[in-house]
């Protein structure tokens, strides 16, 4: 082998190594949130995704139950209770009466509790107290225990999310919000970019430098103004100022910039000869406009709807701001926030409730994606 072909070999390892890097880097966190959307709630708040097959130990602390849950057996008087869920494959390694000592005895083994009594804990975690004298304790002592967990699956954190109250709601709601907000701006940005690049009128080099400028404008600078705008709009017409009429406009508005930047770099690199053809033909520009330069420009559209309908499904800043509150109005990002508590108390559905939010979107993307790389390239060499 030559020497060319050991560097051209050496070279294209060493591309396809950083690729896969680079790749693996990029899908680790969604890895991650799959498995930890189907871990076992209590494993998931303790121990992080990445030891979802291995088995687990943990110190417990487990209270014993009063006085009147005892039961009268022949030699004296018995409390028997449960560590650990029916069904649960969880074993007990050790346990103690104290925090310090939790390895003072081993599982199965019974141990002297008191002068009266003695404690035996199962390594299943079956709990047997036993008296020669009857109970009159009103608050069960602590028990300290140290168990193995191994790993357990299961959706129920998708059925929390899926059985919440309003999730069903606030799917429809995203609709709603979603689907206007995406066709709207491609329709208006489609007649723009045609006009910024096949018609000739004074202004239009000033008007797509506007264009691409607006692109870099941050979102957070515009919502207090076009707020207040609608909020002025909404007095004078006597309608309300936040709606989904409101939301409509506002993602309208915010998309625009670069619907119309994409669409008019791809339509400015058709072939410009049969656009020529078919105005010498007596075709007009909306004629042309119809029925060669939407068709010919479907990469393009699709790229753009793709962007526009993963950004609006995701949103959460604008629909709180320009949607409002209400059953009726709440989207999904508002709704998951909501099932977490005021507190966030019930963090760990947000896996779930991840992976339920993106199904659409993933739908969206799989469908159109040979649409999206035609789209994004077509026209960053040439331009006219």
Known sequence: MSLDARQSRTARFIKHSIIILLVTIWTLPTLGLLVSSVRDKDQLTTSGWWTALITNSQSEVFRLPV???QIEVADGYEIRTQLFDQGAQNRVTSWGLRAD???ANAPDLEAQFNKNSTLLVAQDGTVVWHSSEKFTHKRGPRLFFGADYPPRFGLDNYREVLSSEGVGRAFINTLTVVLPATFVPILIAAFAAY????MDFKGRFFFLAMIIGLIVVPLQMSLIPVLRLFALIGSVLD???KSYVTVWLAHTGFGLPL????????MASLPKDIIESAYMDGATHFQIFVKMILPLSMPALASFAIFQFL???NDLLVAAVFLGQGEDKTVMTQQLI???GSRGDNWEIL???????IAIPVIVFLSMQKYFVRGLLAGSVKGG
């Open 239 to 241: 309608v309300p100022s």
């Open 259 to 266: 619907a119309i930047y994409l669409l008019r770099n791809y």
């Open 351 to 357: 896996t779930s409730g991840a992976f339920i939010s």
């Open 338 to 340: 909501e099932l977490l």
């Open 67 to 69: 006085a009147a849950d």
């Open 101 to 103: 000592d939790l390895t």
């Open 195 to 198: 006009a910024l690049a096949w």
């Open 311 to 313: 950004w609006t499904w």
